[in-house]
């Protein structure tokens, strides 16, 4: 197999986190300019692209600012800065558990995702990393779903990025998981959960198929409230989107606050933090493939629903786990 080459290094700065965009020229084509591709590839509107060609604001791999009239050369890569719109800020602490010249753990609150993606980029677990920790090759080696809680492992070193990605790909890490959901002494627990999970794009909750299962899931129950909810211990030996999410809703416990899962609800505000799906990340234990020492991190955050459950079922907003 031919292996890709890696991405030239970008001439602009981050940004607020946040890297450049790179437009590669394709081969072939009948524009004549590199404005002209660049106004038909990214719809952009009526005279945008002439404006920041205008401002110097797309530049070559040199970082020259690209002229109205450079000629197309296929193959070429220019950078710009995207104009990015307003995100409600994550009001919450991240808190970083652990760091080394390696890696970076960091405890992420509900509702900030992982990384750059789709409406969040700059409140996003990467970006506010690189920002505060001075970090800007920092990059995730796994990714929790913005409205989940709990432990995330970054990467220091580009170089190393392979070696920590593969402990997730090979199954080498332990992960466990706190979850408040209903009690149900009719399910018989422990457990583990096994089923085929599709997830299709464009699609926002996930759904269990017919078929050779790709996801499992062991469930534990560990305490529970007189005329409350209960408390338990996941542990996905898989990594299916919503994995967890669709396991316990599929047991007939879905885990509390949550807006897709047994069904979709409508959207909340993004400015809504009011009640946090009630999931956690809450252990990480591998060997570094690095440096060989053998981590075990373990969130300090109490998901808000068991340790105050008429807080979290409330209108208050007071602190999130």
Same mark, same amino acid.
């Given at each position: 197999m031919?292996?890709?080459?890696?991405?030239?290094?970008?001439?602009?700065?981050?940004?607020?986190?946040?890297?450049?965009?790179?437009?590669?020229?394709?081969?072939?084509?009948?524009?004549?300019?590199?404005?002209?591709?660049?106004?038909?590839?990214?719809?952009?509107?009526?005279?945008?692209?002439?404006?920041m060609?205008?401002?110097?604001?797309?530049?070559?791999?040199?970082?020259?600012a690209?002229?109205?009239?450079?000629?197309?050369?296929?193959?070429?890569?220019?950078?710009?800065?995207r104009?990015?719109?307003?995100?409600?800020?994550?009001?919450?602490?991240?808190?970083?558990?652990?760091?080394?010249?390696?890696?970076?753990?960091?405890?992420?609150?509900?509702?900030?995702?992982?990384?750059? @993606?789709?409406?969040?980029?700059?409140?996003?677990? #990467?970006?506010?990393?690189?920002?505060? +920790? *001075? /970090? &800007?090759? =920092?990059?995730?080696?796994?990714?929790?779903?913005?409205?989940?809680?709990?432990?995330?492992?970054?990467?220091?070193?580009?170089?190393?990025?392979?070696?920590?990605?593969?402990?997730?790909?090979?199954?080498?890490?332990?992960?466990?998981?706190?979850?408040?959901?209903?009690?149900?002494?009719?399910?018989?627990?422990?457990?583990?959960?096994?089923?085929?999970?599709?997830k299709?794009?464009?699609?926002?909750?996930?759904?269990?198929?017919?078929?050779?299962?790709?996801?499992?899931?062991?469930?534990?129950?560990?305490?529970?409230?007189?005329?409350?909810?209960?408390?338990?211990?996941? @542990?996905?030996?898989?990594?299916?989107?919503?994995? #967890?999410?669709?396991h316990?809703?599929? +047991? *007939? /416990? &879905?885990? =509390?606050?949550?807006?897709?899962?047994?069904?979709?609800?409508?959207?909340?505000?993004?400015?809504?933090?009011?009640?946090?799906l009630?999931?956690?990340?809450?252990?990480?234990?591998?060997?570094?493939?690095?440096?060989?020492?053998?981590?075990?991190?373990?969130?300090?955050?109490?998901?808000?629903?068991?340790?105050?459950?008429?807080?979290?079922?409330?209108?208050?907003?007071?602190?999130?786990?």
């Amino acid at each position: 197999m031919r292996r890709r080459s890696p991405a030239p290094p970008s001439p602009l700065p981050q940004r607020d986190g946040i890297d450049a965009v790179r437009v590669k020229l394709p081969q072939g084509g009948a524009w004549a300019t590199v404005r002209d591709h660049l106004v038909e590839r990214l719809a952009a509107g009526d005279g945008v692209i002439d404006e920041m060609l205008a401002a110097g604001l797309i530049v070559d791999a040199v970082g020259r600012a690209v002229p109205r009239d450079r000629a197309y050369v296929p193959g070429m890569s220019v950078w710009f800065h995207r104009d990015l719109p307003y995100e409600a800020p994550v009001p919450f602490p991240l808190e970083v558990v652990y760091r080394d010249e390696h890696v970076v753990v960091a405890d992420k609150p509900h509702f900030l995702a992982t990384t750059p @993606r789709g409406s969040h980029i700059t409140q996003t677990a #990467l970006a506010r990393l690189r920002r505060e +920790l *001075g /970090l &800007p090759t =920092l990059s995730a080696a796994h990714r929790l779903d913005r409205l989940t809680a709990g432990l995330v492992l970054f990467i220091v070193r580009p170089e190393e990025r392979g070696a920590y990605q593969s402990l997730f790909r090979d199954r080498l890490i332990t992960k466990e998981y706190e979850a408040v959901a209903p009690y149900d002494p009719s399910i018989a627990l422990p457990r583990v959960v096994r089923s085929r999970i599709v997830k299709e794009r464009g699609v926002m909750a996930a759904r269990e198929v017919e078929g050779e299962p790709n996801a499992v899931s062991g469930v534990e129950l560990l305490d529970r409230q007189e005329n409350g909810p209960a408390r338990y211990r996941l @542990r996905p030996r898989t990594g299916q989107t919503h994995q #967890l999410r669709v396991h316990m809703a599929s +047991l *007939g /416990l &879905p885990i =509390l606050g949550d807006p897709l899962y047994p069904d979709v609800r409508d959207p909340v505000a993004a400015d809504d933090f009011r009640r946090p799906l009630q999931l956690l990340a809450c252990a990480l234990e591998f060997a570094d493939p690095v440096t060989g020492l053998a981590h075990r991190f373990v969130s300090e955050r109490v998901l808000q629903a068991w340790s105050s459950y008429e807080v979290w079922a409330g209108t208050t907003s007071e602190d999130q786990a």
